[in-house]
């Protein structure tokens, strides 16, 4: 008899100890029903936007406790009672962190084949249409213009900077080890990468963006934002997708140190939810999955195998420890 996993939220996090927050708990395969689809998941995509929903409501409420975590899985159609979808069909849907989940069949969307699984949580999928249309539409880099990017080894921002370069920018990134600005300045082809741990990072950025920043994608917040603000050109455009490093804060998160320079220098700052984007996500997949399939837009996938290493996987995000999309193995394809 098959049964299901799923990681259930039982306490509201402190710090970074998930494990003790979350309980494995094994129970009945569940039954589709009318319209639906079973789906047998295979890859979960771990999120830092996760963490603040185990704490408390953000741009959608707090994650009850005794419930599934939520989250992004792709997988393999297991049953179906949905007329749009065959048994096998490979999909991704909002699983959440289960073994096999069940869901509308018109939330799941059918994936092209040609691509390799990882690469809808690395390169397409939430991570393209965020770096996508956070770049494109808000940040809307122009040719010879210079970007910044943090958390830029990140999903997100290496997808990001990737688009700013193929639009003919100067492209830096900022990332926490040298390995991974190497990967930045090496295979992604960024012009300059610097490391934030190092002590003389904010000189090394300045040389960097001789220029000064005209675009800014925001992933993290805090103390590594504040010497790309001081350089932010007039007219500037910062798009703001994430603020990882306040998220395992218990409080507000504070604003820049001198938010005066964003009127002297008329800048304009906007944060964005990918899903606001989700209806439009087909005018980002022409762009994209093209440019995946040609090679041309790079990916990396850091992989964990095994459903029961979900919550020290997801520790990761917090510490630097991914590079590329993090994401769990928990069945084969």
């Known amino acids: 008899m098959r049964t299901n996993r799923e990681w259930v939220l039982t306490a ?14 094994e129970g009945p395969l569940p039954e589709p029903g009318e319209g639906q689809v079973r789906v047998r998941n295979v890859y979960v995509s771990l999120e830092p936007a996760t963490r603040l929903r185990m704490q408390r409501e953000t741009y959608g409420p707090a994650i009850p406790l005794g419930a599934v975590v939520t989250g992004f899985t792709v997988g393999v159609v297991d049953a179906s009672r949905y007329p749009g979808l065959r048994e096998g069909a490979v999909v991704s849907i909002p ?21 390799p699984l990882p690469a809808w949580f690395s390169a397409l ?13 808000i940040g809307q880099p122009k040719p010879g213009e ?4 943090s958390a830029a080894a990140g999903a997100v921002g290496s997808q990001a900077g990737q688009l700013a370069k193929i639009h003919g920018c100067r492209v830096v990134g900022i990332a926490g080890s040298d390995e991974k600005c190497a990967w930045l300045t090496g295979e992604l082809g960024f012009d300059a990468a610097v490391n934030y741990k190092q002590p003389d990072w904010e000189a090394r950025l300045r040389e960097a963006c001789p220029k000064g920043v005209d675009v800014y994608f925001e992933n993290v917040g805090g103390a590594v934002s504040e010497p790309v603000y001081a350089l932010l050109n007039k007219h500037a455009r910062v798009s703001l997708c994430g603020l990882i490093s306040g998220y395992n804060d218990p409080g507000p998160t504070p604003g820049p140190k001198d938010f005066s320079l964003f009127l002297m220098k008329r800048v304009r700052l906007e ?17 994209l999955v093209p440019w995946v399939r040609e090679g041309r837009l790079k990916w990396r996938a850091d992989v964990v195998e095994g459903m029961e290493n979900l919550p020290t996987a997801f520790r990761k995000l917090f510490v630097g420890g991914n590079t590329g999309k993090l994401q769990v193995k928990v069945s084969d394809p």
């Open 12 to 25: 509201r996090p402190t710090g970074l100890e998930f494990e003790n927050c979350l309980e494995l708990r």
């Open 95 to 115: 699983g959440g962190w289960r073994a096999y989940s069940v869901v509308n069949g018109a939330d799941a969307r059918e994936l092209p084949p040609g691509i």
């Open 125 to 137: 999928g939430h991570i393209g249409i965020s770096a996508w249309f956070g770049m494109m539409e």
């Open 146 to 149: 210079t970007v910044v990017v």
């Open 271 to 287: 944060g964005f939810i990918v899903s606001d984007y989700f209806p439009r996500a087909n005018d980002a997949y022409e762009r």
